[in-house]
């Protein structure tokens, strides 16, 4: 079973618009925590935002929030502000619990901003 | 090292020969782990360390893969006898417990 499901292959949004990229994921672990990160076209992973299960308010860094809904399992990604830089793949990942530290990714949201 | 480092940046290899792909971590992470990305695809996991041991060697896609991590640092993952499935970036990240994930720039093998 996919641990961590991107169902949106690709996405365009408008520069200056804000986008929402979602991310569900599966675990029974109480304990495990989300990561976003970004790969542009130069293939770096460039980690954008975590949040930890048990974080009472939704991770915020500049234009980058994390909609965190717990019982619906689901962790997506929001853009505000589209800037053309911001075009690339988006990956969520997720670590469970403690006994692990290994990340596991989804297949990814390629976003592509429109001027 | 301010970063991860991984070598080369390029391989191109002929199918059947064997190939190394060398990681130096961030210096004092703990952790280390080696994923692959194919073309247009996710990161697909292949094994983790912690320290020298790997407690979780589920993701290597079969025994012509290993890998090996010395001194709690530099690791180097080999495949043998390469097959053009193999054919994909090999990523490497560390981290200090499960903190601070770093990736590096990656190894885009080619087997011709």
């Known amino acids: 079973a996919q641990k961590i499901t991107q169902t949106q292959p690709g996405m365009f949004v408008q520069e200056k618009e804000a986008v929402t990229l979602d991310c569900t994921y599966d675990t029974s672990d109480p304990s495990y925590g989300l990561f976003w990160y970004k790969q542009p076209s130069s293939g770096e992973m460039i980690f954008l935002i975590y949040?930890?299960?048990?974080?009472?308010q939704n991770a915020t860094e500049g234009r980058y929030s994390l909609n965190f809904q717990k019982a619906r399992k689901s962790a997506n990604l929001v853009i505000s502000a589209s800037q053309l830089g911001d075009s690339a793949m988006y990956f969520c990942?997720?670590?469970?619990?403690?006994?692990?530290?290994?990340?596991?990714f989804g297949s990814g949201t390629r976003l592509l901003v429109r001027p | 090292g301010a970063g991860v480092s991984q070598s080369p940046s390029n391989k191109v290899t002929e199918k059947g020969k064997d190939v190394e792909l060398r990681c130096d971590p961030i210096?004092?992470?703990?952790?280390l782990y080696w994923y692959r990305q194919s073309l247009g695809q996710g990161l697909e996991f292949l094994i983790y360390?912690?320290?020298?041991?790997?407690?979780?060697k589920s993701g290597l896609p079969s025994d012509r893969f290993s890998a090996e991590r010395t001194g709690g640092s530099v690791s180097t993952l080999t495949i043998q006898r390469t097959q053009q499935e193999d054919s994909a970036v090999y990523l490497c990240a560390s981290s200090w417990e499960g903190v601070g994930y770093t990736f590096g720039s990656g190894t885009r093998l080619t087997v011709v």
């Open positions: 990942a997720m670590r469970e619990g403690h006994s692990s530290y290994k990340l596991i």
């Open positions: 360390f912690q320290g020298n041991s790997a407690p979780d």
């Open positions: 949040q930890g299960s048990y974080d009472q």
């Open positions: 210096s004092g992470h703990t952790a």
